[in-house]
């Protein structure tokens, strides 16, 4: 029989606090930098160049819009 047990080990409570803690943490990083992520991409404008020379279907056309900032 296994006597030498306790439940703040590290594979009981306290585990499963410190994997919890850990986890919460690692949400919050994500969202701020998400959040800094969509900031800056919403105050990121384009322009378009030469509208006109515009093609239906050609790689070319990613060569038209122009980085405002």
């Known amino acids: 029989m296994?006597?030498?047990r306790s439940i703040f080990s590290l594979d009981g409570?306290?585990?499963m606090l410190i994997a919890t803690v850990l986890l919460l943490v690692i949400l919050v990083?994500?969202?701020a930098w998400a959040i800094?992520?969509?900031?800056?991409s919403a105050?990121?404008?384009?322009?378009i160049k030469d509208e006109h020379?515009?093609?239906?279907?050609?790689?070319?056309?990613?060569?038209h819009l122009?980085?405002?900032?």
């Open 2 to 4: 296994n006597d030498n």
């Open 13 to 15: 409570i306290t585990g």
């Open 66 to 69: 122009v980085d405002v900032k």
């Open 43 to 47: 105050t990121n404008f384009y322009d």
């Open 29 to 31: 990083g994500l969202t």
């Open 36 to 40: 800094n992520v969509q900031n800056t």
């Open 53 to 63: 020379l515009i093609q239906m279907k050609s790689v070319d056309n990613a060569k």
